[in-house]
Structure formats: structure tokens, C-alpha cells
């Protein structure tokens, strides 16, 4: 049975142990039916965003070019940094999950995929999808939870460092994509000595060799060709707040996926013999989700249906909405919370979650009752039924 970190109410209680080995086969069957309907149009789906997000790009950048007129300056800087949000979010993301690889097609496959972005995907691929999506919101497993600078849950011990986290995070949106480089790197692992020499220096060179082929794209070679017209400075900047909004937008979601009110945090037991069902309820309970529109679920690269993904993290994003159907209908029938809101209160909901356990225990619980007030942090749900 997962078990959870100490909780006055324990949300799967009333779940037997056929409860939830049935649970896991409704959801077996789901993903079933994904795989068997997978087909062209799924294909088309994919290959039209990476064709849009490339004109969109490179018409971007062209007008860069010229970008010390405002107008070609507004116009670029917006429209790379939806470019670089696409690729990053709905494109790289998703590819590097093994999403598209049954099209088999070796230029949009995860083995082959390099994504614009600070980390080698190799580096990414081995902490998010091998380690995160394995120990999903697991203390002391789950490194991304919190990316081992964040108390994230109270039984953790507090100490008086936990007081600048509020800071680290809004630093670590700014420049997320070094952040998770170093993450990816296991830098805290090695500097605590767990992490062997001769493999992190291997790493750092990739990581290093990464960096410096991003810098040299958007700091070097795309200002000296908009020089020509006068406009190189202008491209520097332009490059800059792309990647400064790219960051942001990045982060914000990552963060409404796991640290909204509502998620369940897990012991290290809750990985002990685990079945199937067990890890498909620590995942539904483990995730929240962002309700919106249909370009804001492709901006966050469908990101927006977190319980689904990390239910099924190589299923195509496209179809998510449609499974989100079956889930919540599992939801509801076995009992279960459903954790969804709007951005802004997944947003708000995680930076307080971030701030109040900044705090020591007994102080945040003084503060509890007032920023729902403030802030409007209750999640909407959807209300369980009898199982």
C-alpha cells in the first residue's frame, strides 16, 4: 500500500488491496487503447508543431535582424520566446519521453533529439525521466522535488538556510535552464562526495560544451548577422528576454505540477514492493493539474494534464485531454482527489506552499488560515464518490 508522509486524513484509507490492483488494470486499459488508436493523425499533430514552431522561430529571428526598430523588436522577441517555449515544452520535452518514437521516425525520436536548452538531453533524460518519473514526489528519492535546495514537506527538519528558499526559487525561475543543467549534472551529489570524479567531469564537459553552443546561437552568431544592420545590441537583448520569458514560463509550470495544495508527498516505503496500482495512485496523488485553454495546455507542451502524464509519460500529449476524461471518471468513482485550478491559483498555490515551509512548522501553522483568503488558494476538485 503507498504510504504516505504523516497526514491527519490518509486519502487512501478506505482502498482495499483489490481496490487498487483494480484500479491499475482500468488504467492499464486506458493506456492500452491510446496505443492501439496511436495512428496519422497523431503523427501530423506532432509534425505540425515542430514545422510551425521552425517558421516561427526563424521568421523571428529574420526579424531580429532589424530589430533596432521597435516594432521588429516587439514583434521577434515575442514571437522567439513562444518559439523557445514551444520547442522546450511541447517538442523536446515530450520527444526525449518516447512519445512520438513508435512513428519511428529517427529525426523526431528520443534517442536523437537535443533540445535548445542548457542541459544535454542524455544528462535530462536520465534525471527526469529514469529518476523523477520513478520516484514521483518521494522524500529523499525524488530530487526534483524541491531540486535538493527546497524543504518541501514538513516533516522535513527545518533549519534557518530554509528561510532564503522563497529567493532560491525566484532565482532559479530566472535562470531555470542552468538550474536544471547543474541539477541534471548532480552537482549537490558530488559535492557531498556521491558522485564519482572522472564520471562528473565527463558530464561537466558535456554540460559545459552545451552552454557554450547555446551562447554562441543567441549571444554571438545571431547579433553579429543583425550588425550588419545596425541592430546587434538590440538582438542581444531580444535573445535575453526570450530566454529570461522562456525560463519563467517553464518553471511556473513545473512548479503547478507537484507543489499546489491538494498533492500528497510519499515515504521512502511507498516504494517497497509497489505494484502497478500503487504507482498509479502515487502518481495521480503525487500531481496536480492547470485548467485553460487549448494554446495554454500546448504552451505548457501539455504539461497542463500533469496526473496524466505522469500516469502515462509516453503516451502522445495530444491525447491527454481525451484521457483526462478517464481518469477523472476513476477519480471519482474510487474516491480520489482530483487536483486542478487556473494558473494563477496553481501558480499562487505553489509559491505559498514555497514561502510557508520556508518557515518553521509551528509559525507557518499560524499563518495557514490567512492567505486563502488572500490569495484564493483552494483547489478545485472534483468531489469523490463512494467506491
Known amino acids: 500500500m503507498t504510504a504516505m508522509q504523516k497526514k491527519d486524513v490518509n486519502p487512501v484509507a478506505h482502498l482495499t488491496r483489490s481496490d487498487i490492483e483494480r484500479l491499475g488494470e482500468e488504467l492499464d486499459a486506458v493506456r492500452a487503447r491510446i496505443i492501439e488508436s496511436r495512428g496519422a493523425k497523431d503523427a501530423a499533430y506532432i509534425r505540425?508543431?515542430?514545422?510551425?514552431?521552425?517558421?516561427?522561430?526563424?521568421?523571428?529571428?529574420?526579424?531580429?535582424?532589424?530589430s533596432k526598430k521597435k516594432p521588429a523588436f516587439v514583434v521577434g522577441t515575442v514571437g522567439l520566446a513562444a518559439a523557445?517555449?514551444?520547442?522546450?515544452?511541447?517538442?523536446?520535452?515530450?520527444?526525449?519521453?518516447?512519445?512520438?518514437?513508435?512513428m519511428r521516425d529517427p529525426k523526431i525520436h528520443s534517442s536523437t533529439w537535443e533540445w535548445d536548452n542548457a542541459s544535454p538531453s542524455d544528462l535530462w533524460k536520465h534525471s527526469h525521466?529514469?529518476?523523477?518519473?520513478?520516484?514521483?514526489?518521494?522524500?529523499?528519492?525524488d530530487n526534483d522535488l524541491g531540486y535538493g535546495i527546497m524543504r518541501v514537506d514538513e516533516d522535513q527538519k527545518w533549519v534557518p538556510f530554509y528561510l532564503g528558499q522563497p529567493a532560491w526559487n525566484f532565482i532559479n525561475a530566472c535562470f531555470f535552464e542552468y538550474g536544471i543543467a547543474a541539477y541534471d549534472l548532480e552537482l549537490g551529489k558530488?559535492?557531498?562526495?556521491?558522485?564519482?570524479?572522472?564520471?562528473?567531469?565527463?558530464?561537466?564537459?558535456?554540460v559545459l560544451h552545451k552552454i557554450r553552443e547555446q551562447f554562441t546561437k543567441d549571444y554571438v552568431a545571431h547579433p553579429l548577422l543583425a550588425a550588419l544592420t545596425g541592430s546587434g545590441k538590440q538582438t542581444i537583448k531580444a535573445n535575453f528576454i526570450a530566454n529570461l520569458t522562456r525560463n519563467l514560463w517553464t518553471h511556473s509550470v513545473i512548479m503547478c505540477g507537484h507543489f499546489p495544495s491538494g498533492v500528497e508527498t510519499f515515504t521512502k516505503k511507498s516504494i517497497v514492493g509497489e505494484s502497478r496500482g500503487d504507482w498509479y495512485l502515487r502518481q495521480m496523488l503525487g500531481s496536480a493539474n492547470i485548467s485553460g485553454s487549448k494554446a495554454m495546455h500546448v504552451a505548457t507542451g501539455n504539461l497542463s494534464y500533469q496526473i496524466e502524464h505522469h500516469l502515462f509519460p509516453d503516451l502522445p500529449s495530444n491525447r491527454y485531454e481525451e484521457i483526462s476524461k478517464d481518469v477523472q471518471d476513476i477519480c471519482e468513482r474510487y474516491g480520489l482527489s482530483y487536483v486542478t485550478g487556473s494558473l494563477p491559483r496553481q501558480v499562487a498555490s505553489a509559491w505559498w506552499t514555497i514561502i510557508r515551509l520556508s518557515l518553521p512548522n509551528d509559525f507557518a501553522a499560524k499563518l495557514e488560515r490567512k492567505p486563502q483568503n488572500v490569495t484564493d488558494l483552494v483547489q478545485r476538485q472534483v468531489q469523490p464518490k463512494a467506491a
Open 129 to 141: 525521466n529514469e529518476l523523477h518519473h520513478t520516484y514521483t514526489n518521494v522524500i529523499g528519492r
Open 190 to 206: 558530488y559535492l557531498k562526495g556521491r558522485k564519482d570524479k572522472a564520471v562528473f567531469q565527463r558530464d561537466s564537459r558535456k
Open 48 to 66: 505540425g508543431v515542430i514545422k510551425g514552431q521552425r517558421y516561427l522561430e526563424m521568421g523571428s529571428r529574420a526579424l531580429l535582424l532589424f
Open 84 to 102: 523557445k517555449i514551444l520547442e522546450n515544452m511541447e517538442i523536446g520535452h515530450n520527444v526525449m519521453h518516447g512519445q512520438w518514437d513508435w
